[in-house]
């Protein structure tokens, strides 16, 4: 239920405002007040939804009143129009300098005082909305932060002493049976630890706690190094595998091991997304101050409305005919992203349902960064 807050000295305007305020829906809670110090103690009790406030009263001011208000709890966003003299610009200056959202022209038109309160209650819902669900999402994304960290704990002692198993260091297993199982046990659990892994990056880049190195990276190597893991992967699956990188392209200013992450789950999204007989194909050269990396495939491709969805942490196109047929958890593009953002880079996503997807990744070459530090 909405609560509207009038702050007027004069007994009858106060009247009139507090009636029109009550006509504006159903339910809504009216509190009139004399005076600012008033108000205030009011706003203190429960913040408001909305104010209305006169601007000449005894004591506080109107623009006095709103800058006391902005202060209290839960009022930094809550709408307050201020009521002034028609002729009285020095008035509403002040007013709107300290925080009112608007003014209204006294004697107040009726009509317009309720148009506006509804106007003002609709978007504030809206805004209360947006916030409760910016704090669900920041509670869930704490949350798999914090069950990423305590899952790879127990990981490491699986994965270590699965591998201690398979070597039989201590005396052999008896069944060779067993040495298989050690080796599954193991594979499963790295494959475990690197979904986790993802998730607390996703989680870390969207609370903008996701710190990347400052060195000179060069780019040839981190492109290979990354076609290094999926080439296998794309023989299996006989795709053209091609890689056209120059040599001699300009350093990047970044973290190698992150970098190489972005490149490599674009790679894998390329091939896993090609079906047999496609290519995928890694190009590199320079544009002005930037670097241009393209990683682009034959595969299945992605309809318009389909990439946002595809760059959202978990999203994973749906009605993909193909869809079934691959693994994943939906979170090498929004990492793949994050990590560009992280560079000052941009990703270019052009793709075509049916046709191939190209995605375009420009970074700034390092001289131009170093540059603009300086
Ligand atoms: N090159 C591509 N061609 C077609 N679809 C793609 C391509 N790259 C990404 N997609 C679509 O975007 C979705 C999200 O990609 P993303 O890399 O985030 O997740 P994933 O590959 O499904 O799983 P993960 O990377 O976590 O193992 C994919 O599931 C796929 O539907
Ligand atoms: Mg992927």
Redesign the pocket.
Known sequence: MATILILDDRNTNRKILAQLAMSVEPGVAVRACASGEEGIAAAREKAPDLVFSDFNMPGMNGAEFVAAFRKLEGCIDVPVIVVTAYEDREHRYRALESGATDFLASPVDHHEFVVRARNLLALRRQSLARQAAERANAAKTAFLANMSHELRTPLNAIIGFSEIMQIELHGPLGNAKYKGYANDIGNSARHLRE?IQ?ILDVARIEEGKFDVEKKLVGMPLVLEEAARMVRPEAERAKLVFGVDVPGDLPYVLGDKTKLTQAFL??M???V???PAGGAVSIEAHKASDKIEITVG?T????APE?IP??LARF???SG?PY?KK???????????AGIIQAHRGELLID?AKGR??K?TVRLPAAGVVLDTIQ
């Open positions: 979904v993802n789950n674009l894998s999204n390329a896993k997304f090609t495939d595969g299945i491709g992605m389909e969805i595809a999203g994973q196109v993909d869809k691959y693994q994943g958890a939906g979170l090498g593009l929004p990492i793949a793709s191939g997807t995605m």
